[in-house]
């Protein structure tokens, strides 16, 4: 029985790591199609290929980003990227803040005072006394990760 992409190793190994290119069939170069080493699956690889191209063998920017399935903005944003951190800024990166941005130690401080005042205080109340308090605008439910992240460090 034929393996399907979706059960193929690499496939999901480049998922897994988020350097699955999503749009394989986009990818038009020669070498792609051509030869078993170039895996239009791989985003990495086609982005180096499609910036090497450019580079070394003087395609023009527009024609490489088309035959590699890109947009002339995203060849110049991975120019960038390989230029700053080299093969490392080729691969995706999550987008957005990493954590609570918003809940300074001084604003934890605060709720973790008036939740031990009243240890049955809810995260909408907390809320409202960080608005109050602070200015700032945050969910409920920011309030209850930043709790539990602290419940788990003095674990």
Do not use: C, W
Not at 20 to 42: G, M
Not at 70 to 98: E, H, N
Not at 118 to 129: D, G, I, Y
């Amino acid at each position: 029985m034929a393996r399907t992409p979706q059960d193929d190793p690499k496939t999901q190994a480049l998922r897994q790591t988020g350097t699955l290119n999503l749009r394989p069939q986009d990818v038009h170069d020669e070498l792609f199609e051509e030869r078993e080493f170039f895996d239009s699956r791989d985003l990495v690889q086609v982005k180096y290929e499609m910036l090497r191209r450019v580079s070394k063998e003087g395609h023009s920017i527009s024609q490489a980003a088309v035959s590699f399935g890109f947009s002339r903005p995203s060849f110049y944003q991975a120019q960038t990227a390989f230029g700053t951190s080299g093969l490392a800024g080729l691969v995706p990166q999550k987008r957005g803040p990493k954590q609570g941005h918003k809940l300074t130690p001084e604003i934890l401080e605060s709720v973790r005072e008036a939740q031990a005042e009243a240890a049955e205080v809810r995260p909408a109340a907390l809320t409202q006394m960080v608005q109050e308090r602070f200015g700032v605008t945050v969910h409920p439910r920011t309030i209850e990760r930043a709790l539990l992240r602290d419940q788990k460090k003095r674990r």
